[in-house]
């Protein structure tokens, strides 16, 4: 029957897609060895007397838990005091106002030259408070961080030498993680950060391609963010918005892989949740906003594909929750076929998606961690799981993005909790809770009856995937529930 055949194309349609991204990934992974050795040099140290003034901006937004210990790590920073301004942008509406305001008097006491800076309207949220530091900053540079990162004394030391080439716009820093051990679900993520922030930045800077500032950690030469037009607010990651344009505009961007700045991992699923959707939506509003500039532009093609390739890697969250959908009525419809084809074209696409993907996050351990990288081998099934898990979340996000649906900048909530048995559950900030949950644990009972079909049609084969769908949907959507009570 034809609608037979048109359901296999579409899964096999589907599957394809999923695995060019994968390969996408794995070409990426190949830049990192190729590059590897080629770490950035500055064309020279600057001497104490010639360091340039630095602006430190903190926006923050509702911050209790975290903001004291922000602003006490920033005070450390080893730099000339007479070069360093340090502006809390803080736009919370709660306790942290007091907090701060405590905090910088004390501060400003031992002689630290902070300023406070309460915005009572928060146009442009984030990238609104960023903008509006910027009229009262005294430094040719700002160095941002968010309230949950802690950074080390040296690392303005280490990233300002850099800027002695005149046409370096930023320089970021890779992301550490304060909470890696505290449970499953951190550790699934500092897993899925240090693939990013090591193998996907390191890649594109050291093979001459288009990456983003993250947001955080990063520095940047104020000239340059005026000249790609300041930070917008009509995207939810002005971040990778404002990297796009700058980069566009000519400037040259900086990734220090060996400069590590921690950061304190959410511990509840919803506010994972909330994260990984501002971050999709954000990207897709990016390419929505500049991949018609950026393909028009004499840019080479290899810049532009890896450009389309980085503002759309979330497509492939609908592309697997299409695939999903799909799995039981292929497996229905395909009974009477044997091993034999699985082997030839399911298997071969399976692979091209999943190994791609492991083989990914091995190597990122290895080298982050050459001394213990076997010892997180055993959270790969469930990171693999949480990624499938979280595609009904990050579909909405996509789809409001194409949409063209504005929303607010949604911050991630921060508990301040670092190791193993700290409470979070009685803390204050929650992660806005929804329906998505509901549909999870609907797709887990999809898979358990698609995991009955195959064994009861002998496609053991793909009993293992089918599994790692069930166990991801039910741990997402399980955990979201219990923790939202």
């Known amino acids: 029957m034809w609608y037979q055949h048109a359901l296999i194309a579409a899964y096999l349609v589907v599957l394809g897609l999923l695995a060019i991204y994968g390969f996408h990934r794995t070409s990426l992974l190949w830049l990192y060895y190729r590059f590897r050795s080629q770490p950035p040099r500055p064309p020279r ?34 730099y000339p005091p007479g070069k360093l301004q340090i502006q809390v942008l803080d736009d919370s509406t709660d306790e942290t106002q007091g907090i701060c305001r405590r905090k910088v008097s004390e501060l400003q006491r031992r002689g630290v030259d902070i300023m406070y800076i309460h915005r ?55 992301w550490g993680h304060i909470n890696r051990d505290y449970s499953r679900l951190t ?27 993250n947001g955080t950690a990063g520095m940047w030469r104020i000239l340059a963010i005026q000249d790609a037009g300041g930070w917008q607010h009509d995207t939810i990651t002005e971040d990778m918005d404002l990297s796009y344009r700058a980069q566009l505009r000519g400037w040259k961007f900086v990734y220090l892989t060996d400069t ?16 990984q959707f501002r971050w999709a939506k954000g990207t897709i509003q990016v390419a929505r906003k500049l991949l018609p500039t950026i393909l028009r532009s004499n840019l080479p093609l290899r810049t532009k594909v890896e450009a389309v390739f980085h503002l759309t890697e979330n497509f492939a969250y609908p592309l697997l929750l299409l695939l999903s959908l ?20 399911d298997l071969p696409l399976f692979l091209g998606t999943t190994t791609s993907l492991v083989f990914f996050y091995i190597l990122s351990q290895r ?16 990171m693999l799981a949480v990624g499938i898990g979280l595609c009904i979340n990050q579909t909405r996000a996509v789809l409001e993005a194409l949409a063209g649906r504005e929303s607010e900048f949604v911050r991630t909530p921060k508990h301040g909790v670092a190791t193993r048995g700290e409470r979070w559950i009685d803390k204050r900030y929650r992660a806005v809770k929804d329906l998505v949950p ?31 769908f069930a166990v991801g949907f039910f741990y997402v959507g399980s955990l979201s529930l219990h923790q939202a009570r």
């Open 367 to 382: 080298e982050i961690r050459p001394e213990s990288w076997r010892d997180v081998i055993k959270h790969l099934p469930l």
């Open 438 to 468: 509901l549909a999870e644990l609907a797709m887990a009972v999809y898979f358990a009856a698609t995991i009955a079909a195959a064994v009861a049609g002998g496609h053991l084969l793909s009993a293992p995937f089918l599994v790692l």
């Open 120 to 174: 009572d309207d928060r146009t442009g949220f984030k990238a609104g408070a960023l903008d509006n530091g910027l009229h009262r900053a005294t430094g040719e540079y700002a160095l941002i961080f968010d309230a949950d990162f802690l950074p080390p004394p040296d690392m303005v030391r280490r990233m300002v030498h850099h800027f002695t080439d005149p046409a370096v716009a930023m320089v970021q820093t890779r």
């Open 187 to 213: 550790e699934v993520q500092a897993l899925m950060l240090d693939g990013h922030h090591l193998i996907c930045q390191t890649a594109r800077h050291r093979s001459g391609l288009f990456f983003n500032f």
């Open 326 to 345: 799909l799995v039981l009525p292929n497996l229905l419809v395909r009974t009477e076929q044997g091993w034999q084809e699985v082997l030839l074209v």
């Open 45 to 78: 140290l600057l001497q104490d007397h010639e360091l340039p003034r630095i602006t430190v901006q903190l926006p923050l937004y509702n911050e209790m838990y975290v903001a004291e210990r922000l602003l006490e790590a920033v005070a450390r920073l080893d």
């Open 260 to 275: 590590v700045t921690p950061a304190e991992l959410p511990v509840e699923m919803n506010s994972f949740k909330a994260q």
